[in-house]
Structures are given as C-alpha cells and as structure tokens.
C-alpha cells in the first residue's frame, strides 16, 4: 500500500546509545518531516525537508540530526540519546499543497532507559 | 508560546448527536488550518482542512468553520458514531513556511452507542 514507513516500531535504548530512524515514502512527495509526541501533548516538529537536498530545525532540534538521502528517504538520527527522548516518532510527507494535509507513518515508539 | 491550542481534553458525545471540537489559534499569519484523526497505535490520518479565505467547508459528516476575528476554528460531526473515537489534532500552517504545521494537544472524543 502506498504511504509513509517507519522503521524500527519500537526500540529500547540506554543512556548514550546511537541509533537512526529510518522513514521512506512513496507518493513522490516533495516534503518530509519529523515530529516527536509526548503523552498527552501534540505534535512538535523537530526537522523537516522541504525539498530533496535540504534540510532544516523545527521547534525541538536539540539532540538530533537529519539526512534527506534521496526524494523517498528521510532518516533522523540520535547520537547519544537521553531519557528526555522517549517519545514516540512520526515521520510524515506532503505535497506543496497544505491543504491535502500530511500523510502520517505508524510511528516508532523509543524508550531510553 | 503555543500558537494552536484546544482547550478542551476530553469530549463525551451520544451516539447520532453532534459533536463539537474547537480549537484557538494565535498566529495571524496561518494560511491553513487542518484537522487530524488518531487513533491508538497509529499515525494521525489527515481528515479536512480549510483555507483562511474561507468561513466554513463541508465533507460529509464533516464541518469545519473558521471564525479569523475570534482566531477560532470548529469541527462538527454529524451525526457522530462510535468508529469516530479518537483522538482529533487541529493543526495549523503557513504558505511561505515550506508546509510545516503546527498542532495542538489534541481532544479524546467518545462517542457512546
């Protein structure tokens, strides 16, 4: 089915670890972006894409880093992760038209310990 | 400062009744304004939007309405139905601002049977 993936679902870390988010789409979509959900709290954007090659910091960057790697790909990557970051991941894509809305993934859950 | 904000938590609803979901805003500048339904375990799926030149636009069981004097925003459901349980995200966005959007917390409708 076409849409957005993500990868891992769910992922345990300790202090410190590195891991990287993967997150590809297929709807040849023009922009791309992650966003971060703590309980009971909305969306807050952390990067986005706007194009393929660019790159750049929403409302919460701190702590982690992006590569556009081509038009499908998205990936975010932790270099040391800390328990603020346990949150769960939603990587989403649209057209250069807001008003047809993002198309969301599944989301990967991340627990740092 | 949270630009997008929706008041209200929780919202309980019967079955076959309308449901109401509101949401204010502060950012004069938002070109568009979008609702997303979310349920557990999933990513948010895009549900309707509507443009700041507009009062109101219409989608089936769906209503938005835009009040840009009192920067206020509603979605009406009717008539409401079990399946449509969830959580409901108003988000908001800009044209020049590469179609990041911004959320607010979210409301937990339950419709009842």
């Known amino acids: 089915n076409a849409g957005v993936t993500q990868t891992p679902k769910f992922q345990v870390l300790k202090t410190g670890q590195s891991m990287t988010l993967q997150c590809a789409q297929d709807m040849n979509h023009n922009s791309m972006y992650w966003y971060r959900q703590d309980p009971g709290m909305g969306l807050r954007l952390i990067y986005y894409s706007a194009s393929e090659g660019t790159t750049d910091k929403g409302e919460v960057p701190n702590g982690y880093n992006v590569s556009r790697l081509n038009k499908r790909e998205f990936s975010l990557r932790l270099e040391s992760a800390a328990p603020s970051q346990t949150s769960v991941y939603f990587c989403?894509?649209?057209?250069?038209?807001?008003?047809?809305?993002?198309?969301f993934g599944s989301g990967t859950r991340l627990t740092v310990v | 400062d949270q630009q997008v904000k929706q008041n209200s938590p929780s919202l309980s609803v019967q079955e076959g009744r309308i449901s109401i979901l509101n949401c204010d805003y502060t950012?004069?500048?938002?070109?568009?304004f979008l609702w997303y339904k979310k349920y557990p375990a999933e990513g948010p799926t895009f549900l309707i939007s509507?443009?700041?030149?507009?009062d109101k636009n219409e989608d089936g069981r769906f209503t938005v309405f835009l009040n840009k004097s009192a920067k206020h925003l509603s979605l009406h459901i009717v008539p409401s139905q079990p399946g449509d349980s969830a959580v409901y995200f108003c988000?908001?966005?800009?044209?020049?601002?590469?179609?990041?959007?911004?959320f607010g917390d979210g409301t937990t409708l339950t419709v009842k049977p």
């Open positions: 950012n004069s500048m938002f070109d568009y």
């Open positions: 509507i443009s700041s030149i507009k």
């Open positions: 988000a908001a966005s800009e044209d020049t601002n590469a179609g990041k959007s911004t």
């Open positions: 989403a894509s649209s057209e250069v038209r807001q008003s047809w809305g993002y198309t």
